[in-house]
């Protein structure tokens, strides 16, 4: 079991796929670290010796910002917004859609069930 960032990733899948598991990496750089490191795309996370994982840590901590330091910096810049009182703090604070999204209809991920309204019936 390869322990990265914190994170068992699954042994079984090929290398760039496994490291999608960790916060803050996509596919993007899940391609450029194995470019970086030099490991072969195709091999996966058991292939790997313990030295490639060694190295791949390496890289992720002297490179990105990854899992709870990445979770932390992004509730700071919704604190931030909320504090300053700017539109989109004020709909982070009402739990409202952030970015222009209609609430007439739909909004249900945000806003929650629909609550049924006494004596709305005809």
Same mark, same amino acid.
């Given at each position: 079991?390869?322990?990265?960032?914190? @994170?068992?990733?699954?042994?079984?899948? $090929?290398?760039?796929?496994?490291?999608?598991?960790?916060?803050?990496?996509?596919?993007?750089?899940? *391609?450029?670290?194995? !470019?970086?490191?030099?490991?072969?795309?195709?091999?996966?996370?058991?292939?790997? #010796?313990?030295? !490639? @994982?060694?190295?791949?840590? *390496?890289?992720?901590?002297?490179?990105? #910002?990854? *899992?709870?330091?990445? $979770?932390? !910096?992004?509730?700071?810049?919704?604190?931030?917004?909320?504090?300053?009182?700017?539109?989109?703090?004020?709909?982070?604070?009402?739990?409202?859609?952030?970015?222009?999204? $209609? #609430?007439?209809?739909?909004?249900?991920?945000?806003?929650?069930?629909?609550?049924?309204?006494?004596?709305?019936?005809?």
């Amino acid at each position: 079991m390869a322990r990265i960032a914190g @994170v068992n990733i699954p042994t079984a899948k $090929r290398v760039p796929i496994a490291l999608q598991y960790i916060h803050g990496i996509g596919p993007h750089y899940a *391609e450029q670290i194995c !470019e970086k490191v030099g490991i072969d795309r195709a091999r996966r996370v058991n292939q790997l #010796t313990d030295a !490639e @994982v060694l190295a791949i840590r *390496e890289y992720i901590d002297a490179n990105f #910002t990854v *899992e709870g330091d990445l $979770r932390r !910096e992004v509730q700071m810049n919704i604190k931030r917004l909320m504090d300053l009182g700017c539109y989109r703090g004020l709909r982070h604070r009402k739990g409202l859609p952030v970015r222009g999204q $209609r #609430t007439h209809t739909n909004a249900r991920t945000r806003k929650g069930p629909a609550k049924p309204i006494a004596g709305k019936k005809k």
